[in-house]
């Protein structure tokens, strides 16, 4: 992996150079590249008009297997600072591992992970404390725009902790507490909220369960009384809707907000899994 991108981070430098490359925009904003969803949310949350911000995952693309583009390691050299979660983009961590590290930040560095779970998003107190924390890195940055910065991290910080509050009262009176997903990505919101998450898979999208791993995860729901499966946006519903049908349950959408499309946000999505989580443990 590091070859492969180290001989691209050169054809970029290599293209750039042919072709005198883009000219940076001389508009006195901040080059800030996101390396996925979350994070380009909170970074044009709190930097607003200060920043112009770059996301290295398209829209509704699988973050995990992110492949850099020459000229997206180019960007990257170019960035003032590059909001990254290590350990979550393998090729995100190699390009890092070969740029200046002094205009990179690190989330999984201000906010301990569980058990190398890297959905810390998923908990809105957890993010407002990563919000913080950028806000103080932006304005290190660049000192003038400080106030600003803080003002807005602090607009953000009020917003998130208000969906705190709908989470919990959303969640405080239900008739079952088991989360039952094809994937192991809500374990920070299952924490804050007294759920128990039970998945049919691991924190790898990609690993394919076994026929034994997938009866017990049935045995348990049908015990249970679970009614809902949940699987993602961005991943096959299949064996979501197996386990499904083999309990009499319904598969349904519980969105780990690794991407968003068509005009939602960050709260907008958030406050449709809070919809769908009341629905299936039958909150009153």
Same mark, same amino acid.
Not at 158 to 178: K, T, V
Not at 203 to 228: C, H, I, S
Not at 245 to 256: M, N, S, Y
């Given at each position: ?10 054809? #970029? ?33 709190? /930097? ?11 829209? #509704? $693309? ?5 492949? +850099? ?6 960007? +990257? ?18 390009? *890092? ?6 205009? =990179? ?16 998003? !998923? ?6 404390? *990563? ?31 208000? %969906? ?5 009262? #959303? %969640? $405080?009176?239900? $008739? ?9 990505? @809500? ?14 898979? /691991? ?21 249970? /009384?679970?009614?809902? *499966?949940? @699987? ?6 299949? !064996? ?16 780990? *907000?690794? #991407? ?6 960050? @709260?907008?999505?958030?406050? =449709?899994?809070?919809?769908? %989580? ?7």
């Amino acid at each position: 992996m590091r070859g492969r991108v180290a001989a691209a981070l050169l054809a #970029g430098a290599l293209a750039l150079a042919g072709c005198a490359g883009p000219a940076k925009p001389d508009d006195g904003k901040l080059r800030v590249v996101a390396a996925f969803y979350p994070l380009q949310f909170v970074a044009e949350q709190v /930097g607003g008009d200060r920043v112009a911000v770059s996301n290295l995952t398209r829209a #509704g $693309a699988e973050p995990h297997d992110l492949e +850099l583009t020459p000229s997206q390691l180019a960007g +990257l050299e170019d960035a003032d600072l590059v909001v990254y979660l290590r350990g979550f983009q393998p090729a995100v961590d190699e390009a *890092i591992d070969l740029q200046r590290r002094d205009k =990179t930040f690190d989330v999984a560095g201000v906010e301990r992970l569980r058990d190398a779970d890297p959905h810390v998003w !998923l908990d809105p107190v957890r993010l407002a404390t *990563i919000a913080e924390k950028l806000a103080e890195r932006l304005a290190a940055v660049e000192p003038a725009g400080a106030g600003a910065v803080r003002q807005r991290a602090d607009a953000l910080v009020g917003q998130l902790r208000e %969906l705190d509050g709908q989470y919990r009262a #959303g %969640l $405080a009176d239900c $008739a079952r507490r088991e989360v039952v997903t094809s994937h192991e990505a @809500f374990g920070y919101l299952a924490a804050r909220y007294n759920l128990q998450q039970v998945s049919v898979t /691991g924190l790898n999208p990609d690993e394919e369960p076994g026929p034994q791993q997938v009866r017990d995860v049935a045995k348990l729901a049908r015990e249970r /009384g679970v009614t809902t *499966i949940f @699987f993602e946006s961005l991943v096959s519903p299949k !064996l979501s809707q197996t386990v499904a049908r083999e309990i009499g349950a319904k598969a349904a959408v519980l969105d780990p *907000i690794e #991407g968003v499309e068509g005009g939602e946000t960050y @709260f907008t999505v958030m406050r =449709t899994n809070l919809a769908a %989580l009341r629905d299936a443990l039958g909150c009153r």
